[in-house]
């Protein structure tokens, strides 16, 4: 998994530089979702290397006495848990005693970092820049995140230290539970494997964490990968959701099929949305579980105002199967394993061209794409591509011409007609 984690004090321009590296798939994904918000992660892509981003300065608290302590712990968190460190600096102020302390932080550490140099907009600059060399950090990348002059090189360096994943375990399904803390991610993993400890093999190469479990009983075999099961002890509470986050990415670049819990008290709230568009953003399967439900009141409409709730905020990806747990119940906690495998399958769907061309086509010769400016689309054909996940291409004259509302009742229409629920979908319009 390829994590480019940025850090550095406050103000030297983390969130610019981390605008300026997810903007593109941003401006694609986000215009419809409404939730642009307190992001601070994301997927970005250079030279066909995806990565996933995430800015540490969004997890800073707010009070005075907590902020250098909260700092230091972000790039230690930061240092284990990404697999390549930008340690941003600014120009117009030198090495300041903080930037001390971090590059002192980071000397330390195995991972692979790029002084970025940020705010050098001229020659002057260039050369005052040089004293960052004063770090023993190696290269420094200098850097305008304003203009975006500089990010192509150090993104050039940056992508040649990306590992490819080791395909360890590779042929068995992968399931991460994620969520925000608290909600129960703990107490599922232990009551499905708890009496039963024997079945867990922490896979090697995981490191101490461990956090790949092999669980093999009643006919199912699969990885869970656990967030919840190393905590830091930390006294700044902001970093708690710092290391959350950080776990949720690594687990989500994982994993085939995420598992996102919800506490059903708190509901879907805008971090369980931005873990969804992130296991959306990377393709993955997705199982939706609100978990204390003995905690609600019920009557018989409950669970169906509820559903409509989370269908109105993932909309349009609107067939993710939901599962309403209470795990001190033990109330559908294997349905979730179900539920989850079915998702698995479902990602792995191929469905044949002829069958797909005899759904499909009568339905886009009933609805076919508007016309604009007096020309006519005419889709040919369509056949699924190759993939890890299901990705359709409907071949036509004019892909050009095909709109947004259109991908997305196509989608709407290949999710009605075949059994894709909870797995991605992706539609192409082709040039025949
Ligand atoms: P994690 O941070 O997501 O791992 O959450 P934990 O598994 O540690 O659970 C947090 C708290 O919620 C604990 O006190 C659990 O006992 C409680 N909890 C977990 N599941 C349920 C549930 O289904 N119902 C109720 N009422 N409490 C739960």
Redesign the pocket.
């Known amino acids: 998994s390829n994590i480019v984690a940025i850090v550095g004090r406050p103000n030297v321009g983390k969130s610019t530089l981390y605008n300026r590296l997810t903007e593109s798939r941003k401006a694609i994904v986000d215009d419809f979702s409404g939730v642009t918000r307190d992001r601070h992660y994301g997927v970005a892509e250079w030279t066909d290397h995806p990565f996933t981003v995430i800015d540490t300065g969004g997890y800073v608290a707010n009070s005075d006495d907590v902020f250098e302590a909260a700092i230091r712990e972000q790039v230690v968190i930061a240092v284990e848990e990404a697999s390549i460190i930008l340690f941003v600096v600014d120009v117009t102020t030198g090495i300041t005693d903080l930037d001390d302390e971090i590059a002192v932080l980071l000397r330390r550490s195995k991972k692979p970092v790029f002084v970025v140099v940020n705010k050098v907009d001229n020659h002057n600059q260039q050369a005052d820049a040089t004293v960052f060399y004063g770090f023993g950090l190696g290269e420094i990348y200098n850097i305008s995140s304003m203009t975006g002059s500089g990010t192509g090189e150090l993104l050039d360096e940056v992508v040649k230290h990306f590992e490819d994943v080791p395909l360890e375990d590779s042929t068995r399904p992968k399931y991460a539970i994620v969520?925000?803390?608290?909600?129960?991610?703990?107490?599922?993993i232990?009551s499905l494997i708890g009496s039963q400890r024997n079945i867990v093999t922490p896979v090697a190469g995981t490191t101490r964490d461990s956090i790949h479990i092999h669980y093999n009983q009643y006919g199912h075999d699969f990885m869970l990968i656990d967030t919840?099961g190393m905590r830091k002890k930390t006294k700044v509470k902001e970093n708690i959701e710092f290391y959350s986050v950080m776990r949720t990415i690594k687990a989500l670049e994982e994993a085939d099929v995420i598992i996102l819990?919800i506490d059903a008290v708190e509901g879907f709230e805008a971090q369980d949305m931005n873990i969804f568009h992130l296991a959306e953003k990377n393709k993955k399967g997705i199982v939706i579980v609100v978990?204390?439900?003995?905690?609600i009141e019920k009557n018989n409409k409950t669970i169906k105002v509820f559903e409509e709730m989370i269908r109105e905020k993932t909309a349009p990806f609107t067939d993710v199967p939901i599962v309403f747990?209470?795990?001190?119940?033990k109330q559908r906690v294997l349905k979730v394993i179900d539920v989850a495998n079915q998702v698995y399958a479902n990602r792995a769907r191929k469905i044949t061209t002829s069958k797909l061309n005899d759904v499909m086509l009568p339905i886009i010769e009933n609805y076919p794409p508007p016309s604009l400016k007096g020309k006519y689309v005419k889709i040919k054909y369509i056949t699924q591509i190759a993939g890890s996940s299901p990705m359709f291409a409907f071949f036509c004259n004019l892909p050009q011409y095909i709109k947004e509302p259109y991908y997305r009742f196509i989608e709407n229409k290949l999710r009605e007609n075949f059994e894709l629920s909870g797995a991605p979908v992706q539609v192409w319009f082709r040039q025949k």
């Open positions: 969520g925000r803390p608290n909600v129960g991610k703990s107490s599922i232990n919840a819990m978990n204390k439900w003995d905690l747990t209470s795990v001190t119940e």
